[in-house]
């Protein structure tokens, strides 16, 4: 199936400075070049603001009569959400989760073994994002797009091939169903229909999206407060849905608040707002700036199923969302344009593709 984000990857490398992973186990202190100050993130240290400390993004039970409206409430205010009874079950849950854990527990010369080239997009490495900043996040992952044989064959003997592989697809399938009805969800909270929108008709099988799993992993910091997870930004996406391990460390921002803890709810799952479903909706709603924190004493997973359409698909705001008397917010990109442009000027991508509105 979808080999597009692979292309867009090939045509545009990501000269990443550290390209080789440290053993993070051999670290007892804080490396300098782990050592984020604010001159690395201006918002490092957004700190949250004491009237508003208890907010958090709700907890959306998908079964509950109201969830379109909660869900687009959600998007336009945070963009992003908790949901529960989203029927995937719970041990697909604990089956990615202990598969991504098994993933980097292996020895990181076995680990290097699937390392992602330059040009590429799947495999083992740092961030992508790592080369934005100067210095580098106390993570690492590893990204899957179509089969992940090829890879997992490098890390792991035949006998475990299949049932990996097996829980991936299984995975993959079930994110793409739900996001799909988060999606459509959402759109009707806006009173947008089917009929709206003619390249994501419900019905066609979804053979217009495709999506890659990023697995993610927060070793154990001996100075969580200096280190960096994965540093702020937006995902490229429709939409990205989450699950994290039982400890905390996703953050996500809001101009009147500041940064906010989301904390991990047992079989729950986290859903973001990315760039291109904030194009869609013509800026109504929010797409997420996030980052994950590090902690001293737990280590944390996160598996990101990251969603959008194939890249033939021209993605714009929805006509019925733009005023009659106004202009659409954003020009029209497909997901290939967009990564582009997100490669060359990262948290400023969204301004690049803005239509001067002068009114
Ligand atoms: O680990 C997390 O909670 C966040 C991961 C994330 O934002 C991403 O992979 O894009
Ligand atoms: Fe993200």
New binding site residues.
């Given amino acids: 199936m979808p080999t597009m984000l692979t292309d867009v990857f090939r045509g545009h490398p990501i000269h990443l400075p550290h390209s080789h992973q440290p053993d993070f186990t051999s670290l007892s202190e804080l490396p300098d070049s782990y050592s984020w100050t604010p001159k690395d993130d201006p918002l490092l240290d957004a700190a949250p603001s004491p009237p508003a400390a208890n907010e958090n993004i709700p907890l959306i039970d998908l079964n509950h009569t109201d969830a379109a409206n909660q869900i687009g409430s959600a998007c336009r205010t945070w963009g992003a959400f908790q949901i529960a009874n989203h029927g995937v079950p719970l041990e697909l849950l604990q089956g990615i989760e202990f598969l991504t854990g098994s993933l980097f527990q292996l020895p990181v010369q076995r680990k290097l073994k699937a390392a992602r080239a330059e040009t590429g997009f799947s495999g083992y490495g740092v961030a992508r994002i790592s080369s934005f900043f100067n210095k580098q996040m106390w993570s690492e992952g590893f990204t899957i797009t179509g089969s992940p044989l090829n890879d997992f064959r490098k890390l792991w003997p035949q006998h475990h091939l299949n049932n990996y592989c097996d829980i991936v697809e299984e995975y993959e399938e079930q994110m793409q169903k739900l996001a799909s009805k988060l999606m459509w969800l959402s759109l009707t909270s806006l009173g947008v229909s089917e009929e709206d929108i003619k390249w994501a008709s419900a019905n066609s099988d979804l053979n217009w999206a495709q999506s890659a799993l ?1 697995l993610n992993h927060y070793p154990v910091c001996p100075e969580p407060d200096r280190a960096m997870g ?1 540093a702020a ?3 490229s996406t429709l939409l ?1 849905i ?1 699950h994290q391990n039982n400890t905390a460390g996703l953050q996500v921002f809001r101009d009147d608040i500041g940064w906010v803890t989301v904390p991990p709810v047992q079989g729950s799952l986290v859903v ?1 707002v990315g760039d291109l479903f904030h194009i869609l909706s013509n800026g109504l709603f929010k797409s997420v700036l ?1 980052r994950a924190r590090v902690n001293q004493t737990r280590s944390r997973l996160s598996v ?1 199923f ?1 969603w959008g359409p194939q890249s033939d698909i021209k993605i714009s705001p929805v006509p019925k969302l733009v005023s009659p008397v106004g202009s659409p917010l954003y020009r029209s990109v497909t997901w290939t344009e967009y990564l582009k442009t997100k490669a060359t000027h990262f948290n400023k991508a969204l301004s690049m593709i803005k239509n001067d509105i002068d009114e």
């Fill in positions: 990023q994965l930004h937006t995902d990205t989450l973001n996030h990101a990251l």
